[in-house]
């Protein structure tokens, strides 16, 4: 069984200051983890994964995440916030053997001029 | 990768009716999910849409009443019956085609039950 916890419905950030998105899991199996992003009147896309390779990995936009086995995360960063950042981010998480996705509750990022 | 068309966008229905949500995808898939969210709830699975049999339901999902079609590999429906305004959610349709490691979604369907 997999579970998803995102902590922080909603984050507002200033223009130019950091982004952090947590999110924790659970998994009895190595998983597959994925942060999925959905800007305003547009579906969901997604952001960046980690799928055994690098623990650090880089998305599009300036995203990146780093996977964290010991405790275990996959937190989503970027240094510096962008108007256009405003959307809601969704953590998920699957495995090797399985295709369903398990998801976050989503976290709303508003950013402050 | 993967554009999936899903219609309608959104539709405000009466308790008791059904509403059959479409979803087209661009190219050939084997893998196609149902997804729903509830109000300030996280993406939850339905169901897996297998083309040529009965699809596989979630825990908690019954094909009474939501019972999905998947007549070809591009195109599946999820029908919502007899709505109660609990069935009030956004519905998306999802594929895969990186082998497990990239799912596309619909722009969904906002349903509101009234």
């Known amino acids: 069984a997999q579970s998803v916890t995102q902590l922080g419905s909603h984050v507002s950030v200033s223009e130019g200051a950091l982004v952090l998105l947590r999110c924790n899991y659970s998994s009895s199996v190595p998983p597959y983890l994925f942060w999925y992003v959905q800007y305003p009147n547009q579906g969901l896309q997604l952001l960046l994964k980690?799928?055994?390779?690098?623990?650090l990995v880089k998305g599009i936009n300036g995203f990146e995440a780093e996977f964290k086995k010991s405790e275990p995360s996959f937190h989503l960063t970027k240094p510096s916030a962008h108007m256009s950042d405003a959307a809601e981010y969704c953590c998920a998480v699957s495995s090797y053997n399985d295709y369903k996705l398990s998801f976050g509750a989503g976290t709303t990022v508003t950013v402050r001029a | 990768s993967a554009v999936i068309s899903q219609k309608p966008s959104r539709d405000i229905c009466q308790r008791g009716t059904s509403l059959t949500i479409q979803c087209q995808v661009d190219s050939q898939v084997t893998m196609m999910f149902w997804y729903r969210q509830q109000p300030g709830q996280s993406l939850t699975l339905i169901a897996t849409?297998?083309?040529?049999?009965?699809?596989?339901?979630e825990s908690g999902f019954v094909i009474d009443k939501f019972p999905i079609s998947r007549p070809n590999l591009t195109f599946s429906t999820l029908t919502v019956s007899n709505m109660s305004p609990e069935d009030s959610s956004i519905y998306l349709c999802?594929?895969?085609?990186?082998?497990?490691?990239?799912?596309?979604f619909g722009q969904g369907t906002r349903l509101t039950v009234v």
């Open positions: 849409a297998n083309q040529g049999s009965e699809a596989t339901y």
């Open positions: 980690y799928t055994s390779a690098a623990t």
């Open positions: 999802s594929v895969d085609t990186g082998g497990n490691t990239e799912a596309f």
